[in-house]
């Protein structure tokens, strides 16, 4: 965990030194996350991913010998920001990614944006960026906030469920995903809590919700969040009463082994999964428990896409990451080969791609894992994408 006393930025040099010809063409990336507090665990693997990206290409991306600016902001929207003014001012980096939450995320987006440098999400995907205010600078490589709580709603439609209470976290993405799941969700919502933003003690909100009895429960909490109210739904007897459903963030393996038996049989909706069968994702996995010695998060894969995204875009074009436009195209055009699989930017550079239902299980070595169940949508894209003004060009 990075403590916050060293919050300001160190840079990483991922490959040898340049050559003089190549030294004024070192590709700068300052990488913004939560890296202390119970939500680290989600940052260590986006970065993760991100790194093993780069090395797996000798330390750069399209050509360039990469520097990488690692900084946190501690779950902290001022904080973000003024990171975000000095990655752009200060250290003058070609790209802004990382980012954990949405919070964070919609403080740093003026400084970045307003000077023309590109913002790459590999997490956080809040609705404010993809309709209205999206912009040629901003992508993002994981999803829009809505979308895998909309495949959640529509894996329990499809399944017969008749009501269903709500709990998420009251900031940005806690309310996407609600809205999302209501999207597609065709019975009744029969309860609807939001508890306070990093909380980690539900006794008083299992206790409301096991007061209505619902047929269902759907919850989205990440990081520590979603270890301590898994556990506490689990300690109040409510596993075998109740059924737990979750998108990804809340059940994956930032969390399952802190979860530990307590989360079998749960069932969430995500857009990739470590046994999704393609020759990328196969690659991919491999090198990562090789090098990390344990499965990969969703979150390793966003990372590890995002930076092949780079990297490809880039190749594209020759390395001139100088040339904005030329970029920009070669990013809208997503030259790679994505972990998930099928996988294009809508005109509001949020993703197209594939959602599927999971669940929990035990692999053959005794791991939990989320094993595959379904597909539930195919495509699929999010709902503010006719909003966004380069869609209307």
Known sequence: MRSAARIAAFALALSAAPCAAEAAQVLKIGFISTFSGPAAAISEELLAGFKLGIAENGGKLGRLPVELIVVDDQGKPDVGRQLAERLVESDRVDIVTGINFSNVLLAIAKPVLDSKTFLISINAAPSQLAGKGCNPYFFSVSWQNDNIPEAMG??????????????????????????????????????????????????????????????????????????????????????????????????????????????????????????????????????????????????????????????????????????????????????????????????????????????????????????LIGTVFEEHADAYATECAMAKK
Do not use: C
Not at 312 to 341: C, H, K, T, W, Y
């Open 154 to 371: 529509k894996y329990l439609s499809d399944k017969g469920v008749k009501g269903v209470y709500l709990m998420a976290p009251n900031y940005p993405a806690g309310r996407d995903m609600i809205a999302g799941f209501k999207r597609f969700y065709h019975g009744d919502i029969v309860g609807e809590v939001y508890p306070t933003w990093l909380q980690l003690d539900y006794a008083a909100e299992i206790a409301q919700m096991r007061s209505v009895n619902p047929p269902a429960l759907f919850a989205f909490f990440p990081g520590g969040m979603g270890i301590n109210f898994t556990k506490q739904f689990a300690q109040a007897g409510l596993a075998g009463t109740i059924p737990l459903y979750a998108p990804s963030f809340s059940i994956d393996q930032t969390v399952l082994p802190g979860i530990g038996d307590a989360a079998l049989g749960i069932v969430s909706t995500t857009f990739w999964s470590e046994d999704l069968d393609n020759p990328a994702n196969r690659r991919f996995v491999e090198a990562f428990e090789a090098t990390e010695h344990r499965i990969p998060a969703p979150y390793a894969a966003q990372g590890y896409d995002g930076a092949r995204l780079i990297a490809a875009a880039l190749e594209a074009i020759g390395g001139r990451i100088d040339d904005r436009r030329a970029f920009r195209e070669a990013l809208e055009n997503a030259p790679f080969q994505s972990v998930r699989g099928r996988f294009r930017f809508n005109a509001n550079h949020f993703p197209i791609q594939d959602f599927y239902a999971t669940e929990v299980a035990k692999d053959a070595q005794g791991r939990l894992v989320n094993k």
